[in-house]
C-alpha cells in the first residue's frame, strides 16, 4: 500500500540525479505536481498543453530519479505525486560533473520562476493595494567573504522555516494567509577581481 504522505525531503549531488531534472518539462511537471499534490499523466498533459504520451514518458524518468512516485490509485486512474515534501539539490564542489549538471537544473528553475514573476506584474490584479505591500523585488552588490556568503545563503535559505507545514496542513495557516512564492538568487561575482583591479588603476 502506497504510503498517505511524502517524505520530507530529497538531498542529492548526484549528477544522474541531477540530469534527470535538466529538462524543461520536467521542471515544469514537478512544480506543477507540487501545486495540485498530484494529478494523472492525462491531467499534466493538460495542463501543460502536451500529449499524453509525452508527460508519461517524463513522469516515468522522474520517478526513475527518484523525483516523484505513484500515489493512491482513485478507481482506474494512476496518479503521480512529489516523492518528497522539499528538494535541495546540492552539487558536490570537487565533482564538475555534478556543479554542471546542478547548473543546468538551476537555469530552467530560474527561468520558471522569472517567467512566474513577470506574469505576476503584469496581471492587472496585481495593482491591489495590500498584494503591493507584499509585493517586493530588490538587488543587491555586496562585498563578502566566502565563508560571510555561505552564512548569508544559510540564512536566506532559512527565513522560510516559520512557514513549514502550513502546505500540506491548511489547519496551520492563520486567518487571512495567502498563497505566496520566494525566489532568491545569491552568487559571487565572476571576474570581479579582475574589473575591481581595472576599475581601480590609477595612471601616472
Same mark, same amino acid.
Given at each position: ?10 538531498? =542529492? ?34 495542463? =501543460? ?156
Amino acid at each position: 500500500m502506497t504510503d498517505p504522505t511524502p517524505t520530507t525531503e530529497l538531498r =542529492t549531488s548526484d549528477p544522474a540525479v541531477l540530469r534527470a531534472l535538466a529538462h524543461p518539462l520536467r521542471v515544469e511537471i514537478l512544480d506543477l505536481l507540487d501545486d495540485l499534490r498530484e494529478a494523472t499523466a492525462s491531467q499534466v498533459a493538460e495542463r =501543460t498543453g502536451q500529449t499524453v504520451a509525452n508527460c508519461s514518458f517524463h513522469l516515468r524518468s522522474l520517478a526513475k530519479a527518484g523525483y516523484v512516485e505513484r500515489a493512491e490509485p482513485r478507481g482506474r486512474e494512476k496518479p503521480w505525486r512529489p516523492a518528497h515534501r522539499s528538494r535541495r539539490l546540492e552539487p558536490d564542489p570537487a565533482d564538475t560533473t555534478s556543479v554542471r549538471d546542478a547548473a543546468a537544473v538551476a537555469t530552467l528553475v530560474i527561468q520558471r520562476e522569472a517567467a512566474r514573476a513577470v506574469d505576476h506584474f503584469a496581471d492587472p490584479r496585481a495593482t491591489d493595494p495590500a498584494r503591493v505591500r507584499t509585493t517586493m523585488l530588490s538587488t543587491q552588490r555586496l562585498w563578502a567573504t566566502p565563508d560571510e556568503l555561505e552564512d548569508l545563503a544559510a540564512r536566506l535559505a532559512g527565513l522560510a522555516d516559520a512557514f513549514v507545514g502550513r502546505d500540506e496542513d491548511p489547519s496551520l495557516r492563520p486567518e487571512g494567509a495567502v498563497l505566496a512564492r520566494f525566489f532568491g538568487v545569491l552568487h559571487p561575482e565572476i571576474g570581479a577581481e579582475a574589473a575591481e583591479e581595472v576599475g581601480g588603476a590609477t595612471s601616472s
